[in-house]
């Protein structure tokens, strides 16, 4: 799915969502080191209290270090076996507060893709206001059903055991009617790179890049795109990112999601939007760079044999 910005504090983010990353694993740690506290305190050394728990002592470093999330069984039996029971509550939810900022893939598409739009079409149903960038792909509300299944599929090939594409294709078509809703707005940026991305056939981002500038005219939405020669500042292209009103964030990786709702990184991201959205062209020029990759792209699009 979901990560350089400088909020008013001055902090910049680094590339590769390595701050997002980063929280994560700090919130992971921070539980890790609660754990080896509440083992300290009853007096016990990793391997008895390994032995009480039959675990392998390697489980108890690895969840001390946070590298291994515990289950809310590990929890339980933790606090149970270092007579720290009363402390099981706040554990647990320091633990599921951490699931929910970093669900991976495979747990998020366990029951396929259509789920997860339909999740997602729940979210876009509660939101009125969607600001949206992207580095290197079309977003989804954005994409023809050709565009989406490429994806899909390209997505698929990474977590193995999801086949609904079909299914996912048309529950993104269906999701896009939240583009019509007059109580909705939208502020897309996207990179002149997303537009020549070649993450599909070349007819195909043809009538994807066809669709970008009908969707341009919708009243509810403002597209920007930054081209090639524009100057980046403190907030560089790294990664893509959705702002849910100013109550949540959502950032795809490799292999997670990061679901993001602190104040203070949901206000970092507002101000990286800010920042990426002052420098993109907009109305005519927002459609001259799409059209002049239009033009370009074309006579691919008309030689490849998949057209015919």
Not at 30 to 54: I, N, V
Not at 140 to 162: H, I, N, P, W
Not at 214 to 222: G, I, K, M
Request: charged fraction near 25%; proline fraction near 5%; charge should be neutral.
């Amino acid at each position: 799915m979901p990560l350089g910005t400088t909020p008013s504090n001055g902090m910049t983010l680094p590339p590769n969502k390595a701050s997002d990353v980063s929280n994560v694993q700090e919130a992971r740690s921070a539980l890790g080191q609660r754990l080896r506290e509440l083992r300290q305190q009853a007096g016990l050394s990793g391997r008895r209290l390994a032995e009480s728990l039959a675990w392998p002592p390697s489980k108890i470093s690895k969840l001390e270090n946070g590298q291994q999330t515990p289950s809310d069984d590990d929890i339980r039996g933790w606090t149970q076996a270092t007579g720290s029971a009363d402390e099981a509550e706040a554990l647990l939810v320091s633990l599921h507060t951490l699931e929910v900022q970093h669900a991976e893939w495979r747990r998020l598409l366990r029951g396929g893709f259509r789920p997860r739009q339909h999740e997602l079409s729940k979210l876009d149903q509660l939101t009125r206001r969607f600001r949206v960038f992207e580095a290197t792909v079309i977003p989804g509300l954005l994409q023809t059903s050709e565009y989406a299944r490429t994806r899909f599929t390209e997505t698929a090939r990474r977590v193995k055991g999801v086949t609904d594409i079909n299914e996912a294709v048309q529950a993104r078509m269906q999701r896009q009617e939240v583009l019509y809703q007059p109580d909705k707005r939208f502020h897309f940026v996207l990179t002149e790179a997303a537009l020549r991305m070649r993450l599909c056939p070349p007819a195909v981002m043809l009538g994807q890049l066809d669709r970008l500038m009908s969707l341009a005219a919708l009243p509810s939405v403002r597209l920007g795109i930054i081209g090639f020669d524009a100057q980046y500042g403190a907030a560089g292209p790294w990664h893509g990112f959705w702002l849910y009103d100013n109550d949540r964030v959502l950032v795809e990786t490799f292999s997670a999601v990061l679901d993001l709702r602190q104040q203070q990184e949901v206000e970092l991201y507002a101000n990286a939007f800010a920042q990426l959205a002052d420098i993109a062209s907009y109305g005519r020029a927002a459609r001259a760079v799409i059209a002049k990759t239009i033009d370009e792209l074309a006579p691919e699009a008309l030689d490849d044999p998949g057209n015919f």
